[in-house]
C-alpha cells in the first residue's frame, strides 16, 4: 500500500513539475510589457483593443483586472502598474492628489450611462425614477452606495433629484454591478441600478429608464500614467492608441460613451 | 525521598498513585523535578544544585513500561533492534547477544510478526527485549505484569526471573504486587504519597508493621523454600518439607529439577484454632506457637511459629474470642490449594 | 471550449503554484505543529492566534496585510525588489497569497495528528537512546503521516480555492497571475456566466478529489 503512494506521489509531482516548466512564467519580452491596471467592467473592451495593439506595435500590454478600489491600493503600495483606467474619478482624484499620477497624463476617457432595470417579466410600470417611489417598489438593488462607482453616482443622483432620502430604506446595498444583476434577474427585488453596458450582458432584465447623458450624474472613466511606471514612453504610447478610433469603436461596441 | 541503595533488583513498593511511576519517571529523566539528585554507579544522572541535568537519552538506562510502548508502526525485530546502537563496558556485553536475549526470552519466533499481532505476554517480553539490547546500566520497570492477568502474570514471572540471572543488569521494579516482589527483588523500598515508610529484605519488610500500615488493603503473603519430597499424582498433591522438618502438602507439580521450591500462602488464608480440628477437608494441620499479636487499623496480625513465622491475619473479634496473645498454642489451618508455587 | 488552451493554461497554473504553496508551507507548517503539540513556550498563545488569523479574517484583510508588507514602499518589499524579487502582480505573489491563507489548515491538521501520537513511545525511544530528531523522524512523523498527507491536501485545496488575498497581492493578471478564482470571477463580473461555469465545475471537481481524500485518511488513522 505504501508502495503504491509513492510511485503515485512520484508521478504526481513529475508532472506538475513539467507542467511547471512548460508554462509560461514570467516569460521575458524583448520588446517592452506595460500593465495597465484596469476596472473589471471593462475587460471585454480592453481585452479587444489589447489585442489590436498587439498587431500595430511591438510592445504587449498585460491588464489587471479588478475593482477599481482595490487597483488603487496596489498602486498606492507600489504595485508596478504602467497604467491606471479607473470606473470613477474618486480613486483616480485620491491617487492623483497623493501623487502617484504622472502630472499632465491623466485624460477623462469614457462614460457611461445609468439606467434603471427590472426583471425581464417584471409587470410594474416604472417609466421615471419617481416612480421608483410607489408602495409596489419595495426593493431596490444596489451596489455599495459608499464604495463602489456605481453606487456612488446613483446615490449623488438620487440625492440631487431629492428622491435619496425617501428612496434609501428600500435600498438593498449588494457588493457590486454583477450582484445587482443578479438580485434583479431572480426578482429578489423590484428594481435595480446598472450602467447600461452591464443591462446588456443579461437577458432577464430589462431597461425601463436610462437617465439623460446631461441631465445625469457625471459617470466618468479616467485613465492616466502612474507615476512610478517604469515604462512611460510605452504606457504613453498605449493611451494614445487608447484614443485612437479604432479604439473608441471598440468602447462603443461595448456600450460604453466615449468622451470627445 | 533520601534514599541509598546497592541490590541486584530493587522493587518500588506501594499502592496505586503512591507516586511510584513519578519517581521511576524522574530517574529515566522523563519528569522534570524541582530539587534533587540522582546518583547511579557513581554518575551524577541529576542534580539541581549543581544544575547538572542529563537527557534521557544520554542517562542509559532501559525502561519497560506498563503497556509495553512498542512502536506499532515497526516490525518485532525493528521494535528490538531500537536502541541496540548503545554499546556498554564490561562483561555484560558479551552474555547479552541478540540471540541469546531472544532465546532466553523465547521470542525468536516473533521477529518477523506485526507489533499489533502479538498478545499481551508476548509484547511484554518484546519490550523487555527491547530494553535489554540497548545495553543499559540499569533496568526500570513500571509494574510491567499489572496489565496482564493471573495466568499471565504467573507465565511471565519466570521470564523476569531468568533476566536477572542471566544479564548482569541491576533493575528497578516497580510494583504493587507482593508476588512480584517476593519473588524477584533482593531488596524493597515501600512507599506511600511519595514518602518512604520502610526498606529491607522483602520477606521481612513486607509483613512488617510498617509496611503493612503503608498498604493495609494489599495481600499480605508468606514465603518459604522448601524442600521438595514427592508427587502424588493421584490425589492431586505433593509433599514438601519446611526447614524444621515438618511436612506440608501442596498442589501437585510434578518433581522438579531442583528440589528447593519456592511456596507462598497468603495471610488471609490461614485459619487459627485452639483445639486441633476433627473431620476437616484441610490437609494442612501444623502446631505452632503464638510469637505476637499486633493490631493494625481494623485488623490485627497474628505472627505464630509452626514450622515456619506464619503471618496470619484475622479479626480482632477473633483475637478476643479465642483469647490470643504471646505463647497461646494453637494449630494454623491451611488447605493444599492455598500453597501456591512459585 | 473546456478544452481551450486558456482554460488549460489557467487550471495547470493553478495547479502548479498550488502544489508550489504547499510543498513550501510543509516544513514550516510541520515544525511549528510539532511546536504545538510538545512544547510550551513563551507567547505560544501568541503565536497560535497569528497562525490562524488567515482563517477567521476576511481574505481582503489579510490580501491587504499582505500588500503592505511585500508591496515596494515597505522595507521588506524594497529589500526583495533590489534583488530582483517582484512579488506584487507576479506568480511569486499568487504563492505567497495561497501559502499564507492555507497556512492555518496545514498547522491544525498536523498539529492534532502529532497530538494523537502517544507522547509514552517518543519518551521510551529516548530511552533507548533516540535523538531528539531521530525520534521525530523514526517515530513522531510515521505515526502522524496521514494527518500530514490530510493536512497538504487540505491545504492544496485551499490554495486552489483562494482569491480575496491572491487578487490584491498579486492582481487578476490573465495569462500571469490567473488563477481558476480570479479567472471564474473576471468571467461573472462580465456576465460570461458559461464560460464562469466551466471553470467553476474544474474547481469544484479538483476540491472534492483533494478534500474526500482528506477526509478519508484521517478517518483511517489509526489512534495509538
Not at chain 3, 504553496?21 to 511549528?32: D, E, H, K, N, R
Not at chain 3, 464560460?195 to 478529489?209: K, P, R, S
Amino acid at each position: 500500500m505504501n508502495r503504491i503512494w509513492s510511485y503515485v506521489l512520484r508521478i504526481v509531482t513529475l508532472a506538475f513539475i513539467a507542467t511547471a516548466v512548460l508554462l509560461p512564467i514570467g516569460t521575458a519580452a524583448r520588446a517592452e510589457e506595460i500593465l495597465a491596471s484596469a476596472a473589471a467592467s471593462l475587460t471585454d473592451a480592453l481585452n479587444d483593443i489589447g489585442r489590436s495593439y498587439r498587431q500595430k506595435s511591438k510592445n504587449t500590454v498585460r491588464f489587471n483586472f479588478g475593482p477599481s478600489s482595490g487597483l488603487a491600493r496596489q498602486i498606492e503600495e507600489g504595485a508596478p502598474a504602467d497604467l491606471f483606467f479607473s470606473a470613477d474619478l474618486a480613486q483616480m482624484d485620491a491617487l492623483e492628489k497623493k501623487s502617484f499620477v504622472e502630472p499632465g497624463t491623466r485624460r477623462n476617457l469614457l462614460s457611461n450611462q445609468l439606467v434603471i432595470i427590472v426583471p425581464a417579466d417584471s409587470k410594474l410600470s416604472i417609466s421615471s425614477p419617481k416612480d421608483l417611489l410607489k408602495p409596489d417598489v419595495k426593493k431596490i438593488a444596489l451596489a455599495e452606495p459608499s464604495s463602489v462607482p456605481v453606487g456612488v453616482y446613483t446615490s449623488k443622483y438620487m440625492a440631487d433629484e431629492g428622491l435619496w432620502e425617501q428612496l434609501k430604506t428600500k435600498v438593498v446595498p449588494v457588493q457590486d454591478v454583477r450582484a445587482t444583476l443578479a438580485a434583479v434577474e431572480s426578482a429578489d427585488v423590484e428594481a435595480g441600478f446598472v450602467y447600461k453596458t452591464d443591462a446588456a450582458v443579461s437577458k432577464k432584465v430589462k431597461i425601463v429608464y436610462a437617465v439623460p447623458i446631461d441631465k445625469g450624474p457625471k459617470i466618468i472613466y479616467p485613465v492616466a500614467v502612474v507615476k512610478e511606471s517604469k515604462h512611460k514612453a510605452a504606457a504613453r504610447d498605449f493611451m494614445s492608441y487608447l484614443q485612437s478610433a479604432a479604439a473608441k469603436n471598440a468602447f462603443k461596441k461595448y456600450g460604453f460613451v466615449v468622451l470627445e | 525521598m533520601d534514599v541509598r541503595f546497592d541490590a541486584r533488583v530493587t522493587a518500588i513498593f506501594g499502592p496505586s498513585g503512591s507516586g511510584k511511576t513519578t519517581l521511576l519517571d524522574a530517574i529515566a529523566g522523563l519528569r522534570e523535578i524541582a530539587s534533587g539528585e540522582i546518583e547511579i554507579g557513581g554518575k551524577t544522572l541529576f542534580s539541581s544544585v549543581r544544575k547538572i541535568n542529563l537527557a534521557p537519552q544520554r542517562r542509559n538506562l532501559g525502561y519497560v513500561p506498563q503497556e509495553g510502548a512498542l512502536f506499532p508502526h515497526l516490525s518485532v525485530r525493528r521494535n528490538i533492534l531500537f536502541g541496540s546502537r548503545r554499546v556498554s563496558r564490561g562483561a555484560a556485553a558479551q552474555s547479552m547477544s541478540m540471540e541469546h536475549v531472544l532465546e532466553i526470552l523465547e521470542i525468536g519466533h516473533l521477529l518477523d510478526r506485526s507489533v499489533t499481532e502479538l498478545s499481551g505476554g508476548e509484547s511484554q517480553r518484546v519490550a523487555l527485549a527491547r530494553a535489554i539490547l540497548s545495553r543499559p546500566q540499569l533496568l526500570l520497570f513500571d509494574e510491567p505484569l499489572a496489565a496482564l492477568d493471573i495466568g499471565l502474570k504467573e507465565k511471565i514471572l519466570p521470564y523476569l526471573a531468568r533476566v536477572r540471572d542471566e544479564f548482569a543488569i541491576p533493575m528497578i521494579y516497580v510494583t504493587h504486587n507482593v508476588t512480584e516482589v517476593l519473588t524477584l527483588a533482593d531488596w524493597v523500598l515501600v512507599i506511600r504519597s511519595g514518602r518512604l515508610m520502610a526498606q529491607g529484605l522483602p520477606s521481612e519488610t513486607l509483613t512488617s508493621s510498617r509496611a503493612i500500615r503503608a498498604m493495609p488493603e494489599e495481600e499480605l503473603e508468606n514465603v518459604f523454600t522448601v524442600e521438595f519430597i514427592e508427587a502424588d499424582k493421584a490425589s492431586g498433591r505433593s509433599r514438601a518439607r519446611l526447614s524444621s522438618g515438618d511436612e506440608i502438602f501442596v498442589p501437585y507439580v510434578p518433581t522438579p529439577a531442583q528440589r528447593n521450591i519456592q511456596v507462598r500462602v497468603r495471610a488471609d488464608d490461614i485459619l487459627i484454632a485452639t483445639q486441633r480440628p476433627e473431620g476437616i477437608s484441610a490437609a494442612n494441620i501444623l502446631p505452632g506457637t503464638v510469637r505476637n499479636v499486633e493490631m493494625i487499623e481494623d485488623q490485627s496480625l497474628v505472627r505464630v511459629h509452626a514450622g515456619e513465622i506464619f503471618c496470619v491475619r484475622v479479626t480482632a473479634g477473633a483475637i478476643t474470642r479465642l483469647a490470643l496473645h504471646e505463647g497461646s498454642a494453637v494449630f494454623l489451618i491451611i488447605k493444599t490449594r492455598s500453597f501456591q508455587l512459585l | 471550449m473546456i478544452l481551450s488552451f486558456d482554460t488549460w493554461q489557467i487550471t495547470l497554473f493553478s495547479l502548479a503554484v498550488g502544489l508550489a504553496s504547499t510543498v513550501l508551507i510543509l516544513p514550516f507548517g510541520i515544525t511549528l505543529a510539532w511546536l504545538f503539540a510538545r512544547k510550551e513556550w513563551p507567547l505560544k498563545s501568541v503565536v497560535e492566534t497569528i497562525v490562524l488569523l488567515p482563517l477567521v479574517m476576511p481574505p481582503v484583510s489579510t490580501g491587504l496585510i499582505l500588500l503592505k508588507i511585500f508591496g515596494r514602499r515597505s522595507p521588506l518589499g524594497q529589500w526583495l525588489y533590489n534583488r530582483g524579487f517582484e512579488i506584487v502582480f507576479n506568480w511569486k505573489g499568487v504563492l505567497i497569497a495561497m501559502a499564507v491563507m492555507s497556512f492555518p489548515l496545514l498547522v491544525r491538521s498536523v498539529r492534532t495528528s502529532f497530538g494523537e501520537v502517544n507522547p509514552r513511545l517518543e519518551q521510551i525511544a529516548a530511552t533507548l537512546g533516540a535523538s531528539p530528531l531521530k525520534i521525530f523522524f523514526v517515530v513522531t512523523v510515521p505515526l502522524a503521516y496521514k494527518g500530514i498527507v490530510a493536512g497538504a491536501l487540505l491545504a492544496f485545496s485551499r490554495a486552489l480555492g483562494e482569491f480575496g488575498a491572491t487578487i490584491l497581492l498579486a492582481g487578476n493578471i490573465p495569462g500571469r497571475t490567473q488563477t481558476l478564482s480570479l479567472a471564474i470571477y473576471n468571467f461573472v463580473q462580465v456576465g460570461k456566466d458559461p464560460e464562469a461555469y466551466v471553470l467553476l465545475g474544474i474547481t469544484v471537481v479538483l476540491a472534492f478529489v483533494f478534500v474526500w481524500t482528506s477526509e478519508w485518511l484521517l478517518r483511517t488513522e489509526k489512534k495509538v
